[in-house]
């Protein structure tokens, strides 16, 4: 049911994006100033995704057969797809409230109460959806119909949910984070552009970790773990706080002693090379908590991540960097201590890009952002997937990680005691009672 778990993907971010308008038409409404720019961004995503998108796929294959397998899906349906047909009509009000209240024509208040409206009714329908339809779906469905439906879904050549368009809608929502203002987003005047996607490598393993284990004084924090990482290929590893995940992650970068096991990365032993001399191989760190150089510039920051990199090619890389997150541009000679968490958070890793890396370590990436900003943080990470770059992303959010990795392993005090694909893991009974929540 890979199509269902799309449409409560897609479902997360909008519920997502419907809360932080709430809070934006609330801090509008107090006084704060008129964010134009986001608001038409937001607009921007919900027309060419929403209403050309997420709905005419459901429309035509989910509601459909639905409609052909249960006798009383019809007035549900009914009801849901009154809402898909209306909505068009409904932003276009919403951009008339917007362009009036920016005109000076239509008071802060009335157009506050215009948002809200817009986003209760959009929880509302993903409630129903969520609480009735796709239940329903479970239950009446039959096997031919969802292959027909997860075809449809899956189609990486389908000019709506394919390759092409889903880099479309993720361009589109980081140009919300980077117009949103530092409460929910980046906070900047302009949006960045993400990179376009390469040609994947093949997959060859690019690391295997056998029997690595490091201790705290007497305390064996890691006991024997053992992994492999393919070249191309996102890894994520899940596992709860004192699971071991970032102190595996310390020690494969050299920075915490490894007692035990070894580490070949591109065929070569590293186990016992210094931590540079790991990093020089294109073993790049964003670490937990960002630590960014508070009192140095962010231009500053990002040199000392190219620091391995020959200099002629680090103002050209930094320049791609602004691209991304145009924020950091903005701010490029301010002390990298000013920064919001969500402004710190996109410097660690573009400081991690800037070593140029083969293989990208990502330490709990999302930790203690906004929503908004934690859903960019993993647009950013497919958009990096997409690209054929290697990742070990260390989460607590194990659904979100779980769902954009091709593999991952779960972790317990010190243990690897699952493994196997993102997907096979989401739906593995004991990792959605342990970590998921579910």
């Known amino acids: 049911m890979d199509a269902l778990r799309i449409i409560s993907e897609d479902h997360n971010n909008l519920w997502r994006l419907a809360t932080t308008v709430d809070q934006l038409a609330a801090e509008t409404e107090g006084g704060a100033p008129l964010e134009v720019s986001f608001f038409e961004s937001v607009f921007d995503y919900l027309d060419q995704f929403v209403e050309r998108s997420h709905h005419p796929k459901e429309d035509d294959f989910l509601f459909r057969l639905l409609r052909l397998r249960s006798p009383h899906a019809a007035v549900l349906l009914d009801a849901l797809q009154a809402d898909h047909q209306a909505g068009p009509g409904r932003l276009t009000a919403l951009r008339t409230s917007l362009a009036a209240a920016a005109d000076g024509h239509m008071a802060l208040p ?46 990486a050549s389908d000019p709506v949910f394919g390759e092409q368009a889903q880099a479309k809608f993720r361009a589109l929502y980081h140009r919300i984070v980077s117009t949103a203002p530092e409460s929910v987003g980046l906070g900047g005047h302009s949006a960045g552009s993400l990179p376009s ?33 393919r070249r191309g290929e996102t890894v994520a590893l899940v596992g709860a706080n004192g699971a071991g995940k970032t102190t595996f992650l310390r020690t494969l970068s050299g ?7 070894t580490i070949e990365f591109d065929g070569e032993d590293i186990s016992k090379l210094r931590s540079d001399k790991r990093m020089r191989r294109g073993i790049c760190q964003s670490p937990e908590g960002r630590q960014v150089f508070g009192p140095l510039s962010i231009e500053d920051n990002l040199r000392l991540g190219a620091y391995t990199q020959p200099r002629n090619q680090a103002e050209g890389d930094m320049e791609k960097i602004f691209t991304m997150f145009p924020i950091l541009k903005e701010k490029r000679h301010l002390p990298a201590g000013t920064l919001s968490g969500g402004q710190q958070q996109m410097l ?90 579910m």
């Open 348 to 437: 660690a890793i573009g400081r991690a890009l800037m070593g140029r890396p083969r293989m990208l370590l990502l330490d709990e990436p999302s930790m203690g952002l906004a929503p908004l900003l934690v859903q960019e943080v993993f647009e950013v990470i497919k958009t990096l997937k997409s690209q054929g770059m290697t990742i070990l992303l260390v989460e607590q959010n194990a659904l979100a990680a779980l769902d954009i990795a091709d593999r991952g392993y779960v972790l317990e005090t010190g243990n690897v005691t699952l493994t196997g694909t993102g997907q096979e893991l989401i739906s593995n009974e004991q990792v959605r009672a342990a970590y998921l929540g």
């Open 110 to 155: 009335a157009l506050a109460d215009h948002l809200r409206s817009y986003t209760a009714g959009l929880k509302a329908h993903i409630l129903k959806e969520e609480r009735q339809v796709l239940p329903l779906a479970r239950s009446a469905l039959l096997k031919e119909d969802w292959d027909e439906i997860n075809h449809a879904f899956m189609n």
């Open 255 to 261: 920075v915490q002693p490894m007692s035990a096991g």
């Open 197 to 229: 996607a390469g040609a994947k490598v093949e997959a060859d393993a690019l690391l295997r970790v056998q029997g690595m284990e490091s201790c705290y004084g007497r305390i064996k924090a890691l006991k024997g773990i053992s992994l492999t990482v």
